[in-house]
């Protein structure tokens, strides 16, 4: 078997994404647009050919697929490895396939149809009545086509997905598959895919798919980018519009939480001042009002008819001085866990009662920011974030740059893709307060140093208004990319890998490493991961490692050289990690990473509860207005 055949992007010339206009607006219902959710049961078959290619040389799209062989249900979202009871399933490497049918109202054929795609894990190719639609390149991001021109209005459509897991020296994250030619050892063909990351390549349709509709003149992308000036609140707003250019005009109105319009506009381009203001706070510094969230209503009128989009929005500045993190001009520490979105059984498939309990339970904590370590995570979950006051570090899946072939020329550019799908996607949200381009590249390699100056800057031109980072693990002697950052973001374990067990030497040692970074840099710092693995229920007295006494211990040691830099430069700390999670297999992880707070069910360790009480204390002494 050659590479080229499990290599997603071998076929590179193919690798066009999904872009149908600038936009890539959440759908939403109104009085002009029209959602329908095809979430469900779907057919589901795993090309088990030796080369993975059977389905696309047969071309399994041209016919239901349950014509084509064996199918089983697969439901939507949800990643494929973990709902059946077939290893070959769990650990699949290549082309999987996906169909269902559908119908669509008569009275759509006049209005614009688009088939939306929340993500799915890796690279998709979707079919509409057996004709290509869209390609999407990239596991975490949404995508969409305009299907008018596919669809049978008359009865039923056939709607065929095939989903490649493949990981390459160039996909984001970036992973190698190794083939094994000794046929003593292994049997023919055998390959297996090597990741560079510590959780598990989770694959399927991990989002909704949905159909909207706008008219044919349509709003198809809003900027919105806020500032505070005399305690007015100021919403600079910049509207695109698709289809037909020629005499549309726009309506701007700014709702306040009451439905009460509190700010209008008729250009495309401009700034609505609302008076008094409320500011969007975390609910940290805002306890009894947090996260107040306006709406952007705008109404476009054109030959086509109207266009009526919501957009809530959320007044607050964010900004990085030598020394703080302020947001709406005021300090901010942020306390809070770096996360996964998998839990048992759906793998990351969009899951709402998990949302809810993962949000109840960062309240419970006390955390008032979080990380999308190490991929962009469901747009219905950002959702939340800016509902219910919690920040947001939004990390793109640049996560294991580590080898020179992930420094290419190709993987740049595939970076600097995907950070315009993810802030395109994610620019609007009050709770984004900062862009993480990368978790832990090897910025020792000189080759880091005009690669991150690259996907930093351009992220930085894609939006102004909020700092880049990335999320480093070297030494500052030795890291080549810090210089591009707004804010130091920097992961330590002493006292688990290096000096394991000795929780005596974590404060010496993080400390003097702390103040090497600022002494040398003059940035703010934020730790976004320490932790330590813990078997829920594993005692010891003395701790020792993997017991929940040792997690505890070792937190200690780390709360305490923290509360000695709070003030000074440290503006953050985020434990590693909120809850247990998915791995591969490996002699280091016991069915997954153990540093959770939380076990993979969402049940608290004893560490929990010391974190509970250290963010509770810290939200009073450094937060409330
Ligand atoms: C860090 C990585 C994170 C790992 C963690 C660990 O950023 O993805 O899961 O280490 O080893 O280096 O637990």
């Known amino acids: 078997m050659s590479a080229a055949v499990l290599g997603v992007c071998a076929v590179a010339i193919l690798c066009v994404t999904g872009v149908a206009g600038i936009g890539m607006l959440y759908p939403r219902d109104s009085e002009s647009r029209e959602v329908k959710n095809l979430d469900g049961m779907w057919n589901f078959r795993a090309d088990m050919s030796p080369t993975r290619d059977a389905g696309l040389k047969q071309s399994w799209f041209s016919q239901p697929l349950a014509k084509t062989g064996p199918v089983i249900p697969m439901p939507v979202p949800s990643s494929y490895n973990d709902v059946t009871q077939d290893k070959a399933i769990r650990d699949f490497v290549g082309w999987v396939w996906y169909d269902r049918s559908f119908f669509v109202p008569q009275d759509w054929q006049n209005r614009r149809v688009v088939l939306r795609f929340g993500s799915a894990h890796y690279y998709s190719m979707v079919w509409v009545n057996s ?15 305009e299907i008018n021109k596919y669809l049978n209005f008359a009865g039923s459509n056939l ?8 990981l390459t020296p160039h996909t984001l994250p970036p992973g190698t598959i190794t083939y094994e030619s000794d046929t003593k050892r292994y049997p023919e063909g055998y390959f297996v895919q090597n990741l560079q990351m510590d959780f598990f390549n989770y694959a399927g349709i991990h989002r909704h798919v949905r159909l909207y509709t706008t008219p044919t003149t349509y709003i198809d992308d809003v900027t919105v980018t806020t500032d505070i000036s005399d305690g007015k609140g100021i919403v600079n707003y910049q509207i695109v519009a698709g289809g037909s ?3 549309n005009s726009i309506k701007v109105e700014v709702e306040d939480r009451e439905g009460n319009v509190v700010g209008t506009s008729a250009t495309f381009t401009g700034a609505v001042s609302i008076a008094n203001a409320n500011l969007w706070y975390p609910y940290t510094m805002m306890p009894n009002s947090p996260a107040y969230l306006y709406t952007l209503k705008m109404t476009l009128t ?31 520490y942020c306390h809070g866990a770096a996360k996964h979105e998998d839990s048992d059984i759906r793998g990351k498939g969009l899951d709402y009662a998990l949302i809810a309990k993962d949000f109840n339970m960062l309240k419970w904590l006390g955390v008032n920011c979080f990380r999308t370590s190490h991929y962009p995570y469901a747009e219905e979950i950002m959702d939340q974030a800016d509902r219910q006051g919690i920040m947001v570090i939004d990390e793109s899946p640049g996560v294991g740059i580590s080898t020179d072939e992930n420094f290419s020329n190709e993987s740049l550019s595939h970076h600097l893709e995907v950070m315009g799908e993810l802030v395109r996607r994610d620019k609007n949200r ?27 800057g351009h992220t930085k031109n894609l939006d102004p208004t909020r700092p880049v980072t990335f999320v480093c693990n070297h030494h500052y002697s030795d890291d080549k990319a810090i210089p591009y950052v707004d804010i130091i973001c920097f992961n ?38 320490y932790g330590a693995d813990t078997v829920a229920g594993l005692h010891r007295d003395p701790s020792s490692v993997f017991t929940e006494e040792y997690q505890v211990d070792f937190m200690t040691e780390y709360h305490k050289l923290f509360d000695t830099r709070i003030g000074k430069y440290l503006v953050g700390e985020m434990v590693w990690n909120f809850a247990d999670f998915m791995t591969k297999q490996g002699v280091k992880r016991v069915v997954g990473n153990k540093k959770g707070m939380l076990t993979r069910q969402r049940q608290p360790k004893a560490a929990a509860f010391l974190l509970r009480e250290r963010y509770h204390d810290l939200m009073n002494s450094t937060h409330h207005l």
């Open 131 to 145: 004709q290509k639609v869209v390609e999407h390149n990239g596991g975490h991001l949404p995508f969409e086509a």
């Open 159 to 166: 709607l065929t997905v095939a989903v490649n897991n493949t």
């Open 245 to 247: 250019t020629q005499g």
């Open 302 to 332: 054109s030959a086509a008819g109207t266009d009526v989009y919501r957009l809530p929005i959320g007044i607050r500045t964010v900004q990085v001085t030598d020394t703080q993190l302020l947001i709406n001009n005021k300090p901010f």
């Open 430 to 456: 009050p709770s984004v307060m900062i862009w993480s381009v990368a978790n832990e590249p090897a910025t020792n390699k000189d080759i880091a140093a005009p690669y991150f100056k690259s996907v930093i």
């Open 492 to 529: 330590r374990y002493y006292g688990w890998y290096s000096d394991t067990g000795h929780t005596e030497v974590i404060q010496l040692q993080l400390g003097s490493d702390m103040d090497g970074w600022r002494s040398k840099y003059n940035k703010p710092l934020i730790i976004t991961e």
